[in-house]
């Protein structure tokens, strides 16, 4: 399979790179040698080769639009070539590229505005016509490098690489790496193909065992975001009974599962995430299907970055609760177990430099106060002295504070979940996912996750979201549309409390 | 799986229908039984409903740009209610159905025109404005049908659904049975999807044995229409030693070979096809690597018409030279044995009214004339004879007539194929697709398909494409670009044996 | 897999034999090669052997008792010679040589005897020296051959191997080809060790469908020995809905089913067989639960004659129920639908020599008779009548003459079941089959099965043997041990009406 | 699955147990539970039963010879109820349980006697009679209790179950705990039993990857006894690249492997452990054919020690020669890489109380005493100094001490492995193994295994046993036979070398 290559490249010197020769190894299929010596012999320059020649030689042009069905296919080396080409890049290197890619083999902005004036000229004419010019406009908006991302995709690993190569052009847009307004349009042309490859149609619902390749177990483990898991008896238990872990996968990357849901079965929905991640009686037990009534999903983790904005996880769970009510008919409750990233660094925000204006002091009534004050035996202000106790942590195991906490800590994360607001929709993005696959936000659980991860994030609260199928889809569109969160009285509840109370 | 269900239509009365009620029996998931209930009861009108009211609740307007990432998908229930109204229609309801989703549910034209003339203004302004405007362009340039075909490719059995639609959508426009200019853009719009959805990268390759499921070989059989399968030993015999049969399947469409692929393992390039679908010696002997030097493509079948101008037999050919290259690797022979179909037929139609303008008799040598003459004792003309003769088909049983007829009809033959275009390419649509796909047109063979379908189709020759390698990249752009076609010296010979008679 | 080779025998010249040189093409595996040569060179005689030579070779002496443990199995190819030599001979020779076999290398008689002299002395001793003795004993009972056997089942295709050898050695006992009483011991042997390889436990339970691989349903087809199928069509609808076909197979026969049991599921149980394989109705309909209460057999068909009294129809049926119950909780009613081969011949000889001693007037009443005579018109004696009707069948197409015979048959029939008896069983193999599973003969279904088949084997008559899954081990205990046959109210009246009339 | 079910057991009085009740809770499956209510009730005792109670109703008595056939086998709750009972045993329990299972329900001794009489006298008379006689005194041996075993390996866990069974009955009569001469009996019969099911024709061989299920690479990791695995980056190299692992599997006990065997590829024949289960450039590389020239066997480990005696491990090495062989056809060298457990056992043995007589002394010649003296300073002798040495294990890392060692420890162990014997075989149980499968005792390694295991069990020493494909089969015969130890010049060297000093 594997002779190895030399795969040389001299640096662009008009970026003002250094001349220098990289020499990277690369595996090669046994296949692919005819071809690399072809193209080592063929180009002038021997085998060093410019960005531009790469790019120029890879990236064909658009055909006319009377030829663009008698177009053959480039040959597969040209995508294999690219694709080798950038991988052996390093990080600057390959923004350059993307940069170049997306600028010089886009669009024919000239070729778009000459047939938008005639689509807007044509409007009073004939239907027919109307579509003709319609269709050769659509045509003209094409990026030229559509084409080779359509033909990678059909090389051996090729849609893998599609999707590591947003995931690099994510990360420029998000770092504002590059000011080119074109990477945008890369990334869009992107993930429409994505969207498409990875339609729900095409995935694969695998439910993952103890039976499952140690291969994907183990990448399921370190995939796991939510609660690490720490060794193998634990990712055991997760795949074992009164557990169940589903995956999509995609033919095109077989092993690679694309986002994992993992469920606990229960009696009643779950207000703890220890006692499902780390409870070892259920190891060896046989599942009493009379005892499960709720199906809780504790973790849901996206795995490739570059499928941002390709909707899986929503359909995940669906997909997940139709069959568990195949396989348990008289399932009558979903909800999520999840936690509440942010809400710690949200608090601690407030009590900052806004204690001083007396603001943080709207945060805690009177009385909570002075409870923070006379359990910390607090010398300074009690606003500095409960940032301290949420920082530290320590305050979980001490009964009395976690007594003294729980009012306040509880209307301020109902608040946090329900009343910030990022352009009009949830601020947290795990509220947000849920909300948009129209869960209703149901439960706040005092002391749900102890793990210093979890103090540490969101105080130890967790939230239940849940899945009322009857109206999830009325609530996405509400949500979606008007903006309008489903909560449950509970919810309300704290959040009337904390706006009574709050200057915020 | 399948409780029954009563589907009512009341047929449009404005399109001069008759008032009738249609019900169709309709195979119902029990997990559906819930939504027909909502639907008959939330509609005012019970349950009947216009194609109208289907249309206008199935397919969602398209959001605006601004709101197109924040539209949930519409309930499934939309898809499986178009998909069981569909099929519940009779054809010609189809078409106006069709036309209608066509024609009422595409480009918002308008909107088109204004974003056009913005963009057509735009060019001298900043690239970043041009960009996005070229963007909402774009995607105005979407139909508003676009969306439901897409989430129904998501639902059990849509995939299959939408090929079949694109079936029904391309039977309407080759029989001109709609005017609509808008029924080519449902097409255009409908091969783009499955263009990615069947992308390469997403076909399976399958290797059809005698231990592959009953079903699949049924429909292989089926399926078959260049050599027809006459019983279960016939199909075994194909799927046996010295023979391989591939298809390519896809996810969505289990147990359903989309594109099919016989080949014969010869030591030399066949010249006959009984020698492969006939010959019984084969059937259980064990295959001699060292008798296997060529690899004969005797039938390549596509099976899906909803798949037309989507590319997968150029590809499964591809793949199956590699399989093949990787379990015999010093096979060097790649060729097809193929038919000419409709080769009579034209020849047929050169002798009919032209005979009298003599234009006819340009077909044979005077010598030829004669012979025929001879052979027939023709008391008519000889091209009436010929005429009959070639109707007849029992000349390939008279060796004489057979020898006298040799030289004419390959000579002809090799013009048909090698001179006769169609918009500039070969017009017989066999030499055509393997043009495309850059093989050789190599050998001509006589007497190579005595059956009756093979002598009344192409006077029982066939022709070798054969598959240099090394060339076909450079054979298909050039045969695709600029219509050149690779021959052979045989076929160049023949073909100017022909010019040298021809008054053609 | 197999290069060929002439492997030739000198036959035995002792034995009368003509001198010949046979040489019979044998496929050969690759890796077999070197063996082939090794033994071709090392025999003194060149390539060519007599049997005494390839069974002194191949058979090794058994080791004595102390040594049983310290013996090296015996190289491979030896079994693979000892295969390959006996697939080459000829029916007779075969039959020489399995004589051969089970006479010179079975038992060592004096050793039996001494160490049983031992035996019966030493029981007045200790213990431990008795169960030592017996232990060698038991060990010096061991026939030589039952090692060569033991290895040839570790080679590659060796357990079929001795299947079809044991079926060789049935046709011989059973043919009384043989007057040698080592025959049997040989027949012995094999049963002991494929009784063990074949255990149920071994078995795996494979539901066959139209998914199955072609080469299980051909052979599906090819060994329905009950009710033949006529086409792809009849096995496709054999498994398709509301049908079920099971098979046992073996992990060491690889698509090669064992023993074969339909099903068909219905509302009642069946009392008619072209209702369930020739109803073409059900062939695309989806089975509906509700109308599924019983699960009718109505056809089990063992495909391996050398695996006869090695019992797995009996446990096929008690896996099938309970796969069956699994799947259908409520099904209720298990029961075959049987022919009853040999019913009409058994007849036809009580109609024949006997009626001129008027003891088979006693067949029928003399109402009946009259009734023959009138219907037949009959010129001859009425028992002549008779017989030519049943000999020809068309009575069956005659509402009068059915009509006319209904009584007699039946009660007939009950007789033939249930009084004909063989060594105390029934005689009648199928009844004996399902009554010492438990079942119950149950009823007896005029015209149920009306192909010609069916009126000429059995007068068209059919037996349900339902199967009262409370009953069956108890039933089943009764009727091997004590004979005892269980049967319902209309068996037993019908028999005691019978017996009213007969003189048998 | 899965409702429990109290089983109690009144134990025996006669044998003096305390009145108790045990009461066990086992998993019943569903359809168990009719059973279990059954015979609760049909017992007289109600649920108590005492071990005689269980035996009798389980352990159906010998049919006669004439009714052998005709004996319908019992129910499976009997197998079950055993099955459940003594499962629920405690250790001593079950050793109570077996003797009287073994002695009360074996061989009818009185009947042997009478019908081994017969067989004594009828040695005169014909043929026929000697072989039915013979075949009734086979029967006769047949234990009571063989067919309630036979019986429960058709039960589900049945087969695995019996191999428990078995290891019990070898643990007793290893250890010695029972008295009686039954239970070998009993042995003998469930080893004759396990050897025909886990025949190597029905065993499966696997190869085991990373893309294996996680359920069986935590088994291969646990029952790895050569070189434990210490973590899961340790297993996925050990199915990784260079490495193969394969067991044999049984379809009676799916995913439980029998026997493993892990194989390293490599240029040659290693010598030492350490580069193979400790290198880590291996596990992302991909093999290059050309550096694979040998197959070292580094791990060879039964995991049921039921199925002690039934030879896997020898047919386990045949099978994967012959798969490596397939896969890699210039493969030319085979060998084992193997450890030495006992030798550092062995060796202090003789440098413990023989030291005064100073015939340890022997051991070591003059020169090397004096090199360990003075390496060690040593103040008493250097026997001692030698004894402390090799206990500790710290020699190893001292290049002076170990270059001092090395011609004395190789000597001794070339000696301990090819001269020290038991019953004339090798005493080494490794070296037994490999022997009595026709390997040659070919190469000791010096500092081969310089892990503490490896230090403390054989003095770092480990051996290669190689396998000559050519004379495995003599070789295996005439260790078996005539105890000839096939062994290379190297190690014969050394052995003289020992036999010139040593006064052993």
Redo the contacts between chains.
Sequence with gaps: ??PLHLFCTLRNIAKGWRHRVICSAI?FKA?DCQYVRCCSTASGLGPFKTMEEILKRTVAPLPTYE?R?????P?ESSSVEFMHFYKGLEKEEKMDFLDKLSQDFG?D??G??????K??ET?LRD??T???V??R??YS?TPRYRQLL?HI???EG??KFLVDLRADVIEIISSKASES??I??LN?TLKG?LS??F????L?LERIT??????I??KISQYEAVHPVRN?TDI?RRVGPYRRCYAFTH??MP?EPLVVLHVALTEDISNNIQAIVREFATLDS???VNKINSAVFYSISSTQAGLQ?V?LG??LIKRVV?KLQGEFPHLSQFSSLSPIPGFCAWLQGLLGPQRKEGRGAGLLTEQEWREVEEATGARDTAADALRRLLAGGEWVRSERLARALEPALMRLCAWYLYGEKRRGYALNPVANFHL?N?ATMWRLNWQADTSPRGVAGSCGVMVNYRYFLQET?AN??AY??TKAVAASDQILGLVSQFQKNSKL
Tied chains: 1, 2, 3, 4.
């Design positions: 399979m594997i595996n296949r030829m069905d008698k177009s053959p296919p040959p669009v902005h000239k778009v505005s000459e047939l938008a004036g689509v807007a409007q239907l027919a109307v579509l003709q319609e269709d406009l659509r908006l359509s995709s059909r090389v090729g849609v307004p074109h945008r349009d869009g193909l498409e490859w339609s729900v149609g095409l694969r103890w039976q499952s390749p140690c291969e177990l183990q193998w055991k033919a095109s092993g046989e599942e009493d904005g909707e929503n359909y139709r948009q129209g889809s996405s569109a979606l549309q």
